[in-house]
Antibody, heavy 116, light 108 residues
Framework: QVQLVESGGDLVKPGGSLRLSCAASGFIFGDSYMSWIRQAPGRGLEWVSYISTSISYTNYSDSVKGRFTISRDNAKNSLYLQMNGLRADDTAVYYC?????????WGQGTLVTVSS | EIVLTQSPGTLSLSPGERATLSCRTSQSLSSSSLDWYQQKPGQAPRLLMYGASNRAAGIPDRFSGSGSGTDFTLTISRLEPEDFAVYYCQQYSNSPFTFGQGTKLEIK
C-alpha cells in the first residue's frame, strides 16, 4: 500500500535552515505530483508547495516563496523541502502528500519548531 | 487568493444523526475543484471527497458531497462513532490551493 514517511523535523533557531525528506513507497513515485502541507499547533491546514512529476514545475505559497525549495529524486523515491530563513510562524507539523490538486495519501508528518 | 469559510465552526450531534457541513468560497470555483478531508486527533488528514461530489477510495457511502460555484456541502447521512473528527475543505481551482479553517464534529 501507499506509504509516505517524513523525516528531518527538529528544533531550529530563527533564521536557521532545515531539510525535510519524504520517503515514498507502494506506488510509482515518478508518475505522481507531490506536495507539502503544514499545520501549526492547534491550527488548520496550510498548503505549502507542490512539484510536478518531472521537476519542471514547482509552486509555492506566498508565505514561503523565496525561502523554501521543493525538490525530488525519482530514482530514490524521495521528496524534499529545503527550508531557509526559518521564522517562528513556520513552526508546524509538515506533511508530504501524493498529488497536488487531490491529495490522495498523506504521511504522518514531521514537527518543525522554530524558537530561540 | 480564494478564501474558504466553513460553517459551523463546531457541530455537536449524536451517533445516528445527519450532519451537514458547509464550505463557502470567495470566488466561484471552476469544475467543482473542491476536496474534503477528515482529520482525527493525532492523525494525518485523509481524503474523503474530490471534485466536490466524488468519494475517495474506501470511503463509506454515508458520506456525500455536493455543490458548485461558491457553495459546497459535505453530508454524513447517519453518524458513526468514528466520524467525529475535524473536516476541512480545500479548493484547487486557483493557486494558492487554500483550505478552509475546519469544522469540528463532536459528540453531543
Amino acid at each position: 500500500q501507499v506509504q509516505l514517511v517524513e523525516s528531518g523535523g527538529d528544533l531550529v533557531k530563527p533564521g536557521g535552515s532545515l531539510r525535510l525528506s519524504c520517503a515514498a513507497s507502494g506506488f510509482i513515485f515518478g508518475d505522481s505530483y507531490m506536495s507539502w502541507i503544514r499545520q501549526a499547533p492547534g491550527r488548520g491546514l496550510e498548503w505549502v508547495s507542490y512539484i510536478s512529476t518531472s521537476i519542471s514545475y514547482t509552486n509555492y505559497s506566498d508565505s514561503v516563496k523565496g525561502r523554501f525549495t521543493i525538490s525530488r529524486d525519482n530514482a530514490k523515491n524521495s521528496l524534499y523541502l529545503q527550508m531557509n530563513g526559518l521564522r517562528a510562524d513556520d513552526t508546524a507539523v509538515y506533511y508530504c502528500a501524493r498529488g497536488h490538486t487531490i491529495l490522495t495519501s498523506w504521511g504522518q508528518g514531521t514537527l518543525v519548531t522554530v524558537s530561540s | 487568493e480564494i478564501v474558504l469559510t466553513q460553517s459551523p465552526g463546531t457541530l455537536s450531534l449524536s451517533p445516528g444523526e445527519r450532519a451537514t457541513l458547509s464550505c463557502r468560497t470567495s470566488q466561484s470555483l471552476s469544475s467543482s475543484s473542491l476536496d474534503w478531508y477528515q482529520q482525527k486527533p493525532g492523525q494525518a488528514p485523509r481524503l474523503l471527497m474530490y471534485g466536490a461530489s466524488n468519494r475517495a477510495a474506501g470511503i463509506p457511502d454515508r458520506f456525500s458531497g455536493s455543490g458548485s460555484g461558491t457553495d459546497f456541502t459535505l453530508t454524513i447521512s447517519r453518524l458513526e462513532p468514528e466520524d467525529f473528527a475535524v473536516y476541512y475543505c480545500q479548493q484547487y481551482s486557483n493557486s494558492p490551493f487554500t483550505f478552509g479553517q475546519g469544522t469540528k464534529l463532536e459528540i453531543k
